[in-house]
Structure formats: structure tokens, C-alpha cells
């Protein structure tokens, strides 16, 4: 059974199952669990209470964790990225972002991504294959790890859309929120799914009713200025995404977040900002801006004054707007950079 067992996810059933079967008494899972998911710790090495023999043998079975930090890169405000390598050596990311008295984990869901936002670095080459499950709870134990406890918020705005990849992050939310020690015990509350307007996803996420929040990368408030943004094979009618967050909205008891990058030229009219300040109102929205991040220089950043002005015009509606300055931009570590920097060195 060598490398087989993947901890992970794992829950005290699989793991009475799994005991019985190597002769061990069923009471350990309840140890093991505890582990994984109260003290977040994957190695089998380091679960001191159990016996030598069954640590080596859990070793042995379970080569937990499969992936390992193999770069860590400093950005502005404290920010920490990691790359993260996996057992066949594909590379994902993952950025630690620290608030005042609070520390937030961005994590991943694909290995590239399929949406290939043009002015985002997660999808210049396309989407190479979806991460498991265990390879999302292991990217939140490497954080853990670097950070030394559990984050207050975790926030899927990594690499990936997370909605095309379904099974494996219902899985892993369950996991996150399931109290210890069948899970990690957070609050569906404190985490946040992000989707660039896949609507099927959205109302998968809807029919699940459960309390985790969306947040939905629109970018645009007219379907024109969208396209300039956003490939046809994964676009939506805005008309169909802002009726999918009502339906999430009403099936989770959360209401929606809308991301909106602003892009120099493109989408940063203040007519704009009413605009969307009206379809945030609407849905009892609240809207986050972000300043555009330059990926090789196709995109420019507005202006503070642009940027100010806005705002301004989105809080003549909405009621809870926040501006987001890139913070890892200094250190390539807005959203896919120093993955596509790594990438681009290797190739070398």
C-alpha cells in the first residue's frame, strides 16, 4: 500500500478502516485526525503519541505531505508568496496576506487556468489540470506551517476557477469548515470562493446552501467592455451572472462581492463606477476595486486621480466599497506572476 493512503481530507471512518486493516487499534484514528486537523500537522513523523511502529507505517503509506515550498518571495504590506511544488513537479502558488489582526490565505484550485483573463498573469498558458483535493488542504498546511496557526480568512483567488473545478473544492471547504477532528473547524463565513462569472458553477455553489461567501470577478458592467477582457469560451451575459448571484445570495444567506480590476482606458470611467455602484445597490453588493497589476506591460494602471475619482463615483450607490492597491506587485506576487516568472527562468 505504499504512498497510497492520502491523509489529507481524510476522515475518521477511512481511518478506523485503514487501521483495522494494518492490525492497529481502531481508537488511534481518533489521534491521527486530531493531528491532521487540530495541530494541522501532515507528517506522520512528527505524531508523537502514537507508537514508532505505526508512525513509520503511516510513513510509509500515507508519504504525507506530497508537495513541498520550493520558493518564497516578500511583497509590500508584509505579504508572503509561495510556490508550490507537487508530486509531478507541476507548480502552483499561494500568497499569505497580513492585515492588522488578521492574517488571510489566497490559495489556488488549478494548476494554469482556463478563464485566461487578458490582463491576468493564472491563465498565459492555459490550464494544465485541476488540484485535488488533498492538494488544496495541503497548500492551507504549508500556510499554516510558514504562519505558525490558522488563518482568520481564506480567500480562493489563486490560480484557477475554482467553480470549474468543482468536486475536488466542495471537498476541501467541507474539510476546512468541519469542525476537529473530522476538519479544520473554520467558519464557512470567514472563507470565500471566487469565480469569474461561471454561472453553472454558480448555481452548483447555490444548490449546496451552505454559508461560504462568492466573490465575482466582473470587471465590466456592459458586455462589450467585458469581451475586451474576458475569452468568449468563458463568458457569461452580465443579465446571467447578476441573476446567478441573486440566486446564491438567497440560497446561502451571504451576499455577493463583485472584484472589479480597473484598467487604464478600458474600464475606469466614472460613469462606469455609477454604474456599477447601481447593480452592487441592488443586490445589497459590496464592491472591492482593485488597481490593475501590468503583466508584461499589455495593461496600464489608472492614475491615483482616476482611481479616486472611481470610487467616488461607485460610493454615490454602493454602501461598502474598498479599494485594493496590489500589495505583492514589488515582489511578482499579484495573482500568477512569480509562477509565470519561474516558468519563463526555466525555460531558459
Not at 111 to 121: L, N
Amino acid at each position: 500500500m505504499s504512498g497510497e493512503l492520502i491523509l489529507p481530507g481524510i476522515g475518521i471512518a477511512e481511518l478506523q478502516e485503514y487501521l483495522t486493516g494494518i492490525n492497529e487499534k481502531p481508537f488511534r484514528a481518533r489521534q491521527i485526525a486530531d493531528w491532521l486537523y487540530g495541530k494541522c500537522e501532515f507528517d506522520p513523523g512528527k505524531m508523537l503519541n502514537l507508537s514508532g511502529r505505526l508512525r513509520e507505517t503511516l510513513r510509509q503509506d500515507a508519504a504525507s505531505p506530497r508537495s513541498c515550498v520550493v520558493e518564497k518571495a516578500a511583497g509590500s504590506g508584509g505579504t508572503q508568496k509561495l510556490l508550490i511544488k507537487l508530486e509531478d513537479n507541476e507548480i502552483i502558488e499561494m500568497v499569505l496576506i497580513p492585515a492588522p489582526e488578521r492574517m488571510t490565505f489566497c490559495l489556488s484550485t488549478q494548476v494554469g487556468c482556463p478563464v485566461r483573463c487578458r490582463f491576468c498573469a493564472s491563465g498565459a498558458h492555459g490550464l494544465v489540470r485541476n488540484l485535488r483535493s488533498d492538494e488544496i488542504l495541503e497548500e492551507f498546511y504549508h500556510g499554516v506551517q510558514i504562519h505558525g496557526s490558522l488563518p482568520d480568512n481564506i480567500v480562493f483567488m489563486g490560480i484557477g476557477e475554482g467553480l470549474l473545478n468543482w468536486k475536488n473544492l466542495q471537498r476541501a471547504l467541507t474539510v476546512l469548515a468541519a469542525p476537529v477532528p473530522e476538519g479544520f473547524g473554520m467558519s464557512p463565513r470567514r472563507i470565500t470562493v471566487s469565480t469569474s462569472g461561471y454561472v453553472p458553477g454558480m448555481e452548483q455553489f447555490a444548490a449546496w446552501q451552505r454559508p461560504f461567501n462568492l466573490a465575482v470577478s466582473l470587471h465590466a458592467v456592459d458586455d462589450v467592455t467585458r469581451s475586451q477582457l474576458i475569452p468568449d469560451h468563458c463568458r457569461y451575459p452580465i443579465k446571467d451572472i447578476l441573476e446567478a448571484c441573486a440566486l446564491c445570495a438567497g440560497k446561502t444567506g451571504r451576499m455577493p462581492t463583485f472584484e472589479y480590476t480597473l484598467i487604464a482606458g478600458i474600464n475606469d470611467d466614472p460613469a462606469m463606477g455609477r454604474e456599477l455602484g447601481r447593480i452592487a445597490r441592488k443586490l445589497h453588493a459590496k464592491v472591492n476595486l482593485i488597481a490593475c497589476n501590468p503583466v508584461d506591460g499589455r495593461y496600464a494602471r489608472p492614475a491615483d486621480k482616476q482611481l479616486k475619482m472611481f470610487k467616488s463615483a461607485v460610493e454615490e450607490f454602493a454602501t461598502t466599497v474598498t479599494m485594493r492597491l496590489e500589495k505583492g506587485s514589488s515582489a511578482a506576487s499579484a495573482c500568477g506572476q512569480l509562477r509565470l516568472h519561474r516558468q519563463a527562468d526555466n525555460q531558459e
